[in-house]
């Protein structure tokens, strides 16, 4: 499986999802209005240290998939 983050800036998170999640293939597209959807990641831990990684005070995972 693969994963992806979702890096919203004025919320001020990262949110890791898998690439089946319902939100990433409804928006599926690089940049948005609020943030950006990183390219797949292949691995869990990888995908969590990116989020981590981007200084959003709030690093989270999906509700949905994850």
Do not use: L, Q
């Not at 983050?5 to 004025?10: D, E, G, R, S, T």
């Not at 950006?36 to 240290?49: C, G, L, N, Q, S």
């Amino acid at each position: 499986m693969s994963y992806v983050v979702y890096v919203n800036h004025p919320n001020n998170k990262a949110i890791v999802h898998s690439t089946s999640c319902t939100w990433y293939m409804k928006r599926k597209r690089d940049v948005t209005h609020n943030g950006y959807w990183t390219e797949p990641i292949d691995d869990f831990d990888m995908a969590k240290t990116f989020a981590k990684n981007t200084g959003k005070a709030r690093i989270d995972t999906c509700a949905y998939c994850t």
